[in-house]
């Protein structure tokens, strides 16, 4: 006969589970696969093949007339390239902008969407971590968007047999434009794809930034007596415009198309301390923002 604690007794199963005993890697390779899966998905890969066609043509944008100019250069027997390589990243400016308007809402917005940024908090990783990861795979794309073109420019007047060490030097200047561009870029895209869920909001509200105050910037400049070469304080409206910001910042560092008085170029002596001072403010404030955005998810 069953007693009435036999009858209500449980049954332990051994199934043979077994608990993880092997190596954890931890969070310096939580945050480093999280780098790598986020740099792939600013190129569309490992997604669906229309999440690649914006991108790669936005690559092969920046590249065709770095490739047209080799050629002209090689036909045409020229004694330079016809674009400097900073003056290249500035004329075709709009289509890194484009790129990180469509990539930085792909990168962060996704995750806020889908309710998944807690799952990586639930790991090794911290909110630190997710913020540095995340800016390094967007400043990482944008130095790929931007450093090819200058590359390829390189190669062009090494081919045509140019000046290798004048060549070399300018290549370095265009380096450093395209840091200073990506680093600024991703600052600022980053904090506001991660301010809202929604991709397309994060899209047109970072090219409304980009491109707004690239405007006010110009119309700024140009009513203050931007194109009299004497009113040299008409300069001081650069800092409004990312894009302005670094490009007079680079030409004034470097002595670039001092000699053009349309060239947008940074005020003398403590401007281009100002200008370095606003461009790392920007930088770093974007950072600190973003990361601060996260301790609240």
Avoid: C
């Avoid at 043979?16 to 969070?27: E, K, S, V």
């Avoid at 030409?251 to 947008?264: K, R, V």
């Amino acid at each position: 006969m069953t007693t009435r604690s036999d009858a209500h007794g449980g049954v332990i199963h051994d199934i043979g589970y077994r608990p993880y005993a092997g190596p954890r890697l931890g969070r310096r390779y939580a945050t480093r696969s999280l780098y790598v899966q986020s740099l792939r998905a600013a190129f569309g890969l490992g997604r669906s093949g229309k999440s690649k066609v914006l991108p790669f043509l936005l690559l092969g944008g920046m590249a065709a007339p770095a490739l047209g100019m080799l050629a002209i250069a090689l036909f045409a027997q020229l004694d330079e390239m016809p674009m400097d390589y900073p003056g290249y990243l500035a004329s075709f400016g709009v289509l890194p902008q484009i790129f990180l308007a469509a990539q930085a809402p792909v990168l962060m917005s996704r995750d806020l969407r889908h309710h998944v940024v807690p799952l990586y908090f639930s790991r090794p990783a911290t909110r630190g971590d997710y913020v540095a990861a995340k800016f390094a795979a967007m400043f990482s794309a944008l130095m790929i968007v931007l450093a090819l073109p200058l590359l390829l420019l390189f190669t062009g007047a090494m081919l045509a047999k140019f000046p290798v060490g004048e060549n070399l030097l300018h290549l370095l200047y265009g380096l450093v434009a395209a840091v200073l561009y990506a680093l600024v870029y991703s600052a600022l895209g980053l904090l506001i794809a991660a301010a809202t869920p929604r991709r397309g909001f994060g899209v047109a509200a970072i090219m409304g930034v980009l491109m707004i105050s690239f405007a006010v910037a110009n119309i700024t400049h140009a009513l203050n007596g931007g194109f009299d070469p004497a009113r040299a304080s008409s300069s001081w409206a650069f800092l409004i415009s990312p894009s302005t910001l670094v490009e007079a910042l680079v030409n004034q560092l470097f002595g670039l198309e001092a000699d053009n008085f349309t060239a947008l170029q940074a005020p003398d002596g403590a401007g281009t301390a100002v200008f370095t001072a606003v461009l790392l403010a920007l930088a770093a404030g974007g950072y600190a923002l973003t990361l601060r955005r996260y301790r609240n998810v």
